[in-house]
Structure formats: C-alpha cells, structure tokens
C-alpha cells in the first residue's frame, strides 16, 4: 500500500511579542485578511494564498522547552533567518501603505537585476518584510 509521502508549504510561524497587534499591524500595512485570531491571543493566521501566515508569542513553554527559545532581533545591523515576502502589482502604492501603517522605512522600491521591483520595511518586531513585485521572466 503506496503513501503519498508529497508535501504541501502549510504555514510559516513567525515569533512575535503580541499575536493580536502583529495580526492588526500586518492587515492595515500589507492588506492581508485575517483568517484566525483565536480568544487567547496566542495564535493568529493570515490569508496568503495557497498557505498560510501564522502569528505566535516569541516564549511559549510548550515549544521553548522542545525545540529550544526563539532568537529575538537584537540589533537593526543584523536581520533574522526569515524574510517575509509579499507580491504586488502596484508595488510603489502597497509600499506606501506599509510605512504609513506603521512599517519602519528601510528601502524604497527600486528595480533590481533580477527582473523585480523591491522595497524593504521592518514589522513591528524588527522582522524584515520585502514588498516587491513577481518576478518578471527572462
């Protein structure tokens, strides 16, 4: 009996100090729909098309003593493991939207070699966030 052994990208988690304002902060600035905020403010999700962005707090025994404690963003000179991404059509205007709800300004948009439109904020954690476009094929 054969097992279908293919995965399907479920979630990324990211580590925050405060499930509901990162949930908040991450649908006025990039316009993303809450899915989920469950009553505990301990976990929250956001529509993203085929998968799913959830929140959860940065120190939670139920993780911290399993697979260890989250590494918290110390130092603006330095950035986490994880780069949050999202495409736009109009990345100038989606841009322009995070910095005004809250997003820190870290790079205008500005084409790149690659084929994409790409500007950088950090969330309200420090985590970075690319708004950007598709990339364009060659």
């Given at each position: 009996?054969?097992?279908?052994?293919?995965?399907?990208?479920?979630?990324?988690?990211?580590?925050?100090?405060?499930?509901a304002?990162?949930?908040?902060f991450?649908?006025?600035?990039?316009?993303?729909?809450v899915?989920?905020?469950?009553?505990?403010?301990?976990?929250?999700?956001?529509?993203?098309?085929?998968?799913?962005?959830?929140?959860?707090?940065?120190?939670?025994?139920?993780?911290?003593?399993?697979?260890?404690?989250?590494?918290?963003?110390?130092?603006?000179?330095?950035?986490?493991?994880?780069?949050?991404?999202?495409?736009?059509?109009?990345?100038?205007?989606?841009y322009?939207?995070?910095?005004e709800?809250?997003?820190?300004?870290?790079?205008?948009?500005?084409?790149?070699?690659?084929?994409?439109?790409?500007?950088?904020?950090?969330?309200l954690?420090?985590?970075?966030?690319?708004?950007?476009?598709?990339?364009?094929?060659?």
């Amino acid at each position: 009996m054969a097992s279908n052994l293919n995965p399907a990208y479920a979630y990324t988690v990211v580590y925050v100090k405060d499930v509901a304002k990162s949930v908040e902060f991450y649908g006025k600035a990039f316009g993303a729909s809450v899915r989920r905020l469950d009553d505990s403010h301990r976990w929250g999700e956001l529509e993203s098309g085929q998968t799913t962005i959830a929140f959860t707090p940065v120190h939670q025994h139920e993780t911290d003593d399993l697979t260890g404690e989250v590494q918290e963003q110390r130092s603006k000179t330095r950035r986490n493991q994880l780069e949050i991404c999202f495409a736009y059509a109009d990345v100038d205007a989606a841009y322009k939207r995070a910095v005004e709800n809250g997003a820190e300004d870290v790079s205008k948009p500005e084409e790149k070699e690659w084929g994409q439109k790409v500007g950088y904020v950090r969330d309200l954690d420090g985590i970075v966030v690319r708004v950007g476009s598709h990339v364009k094929s060659r």
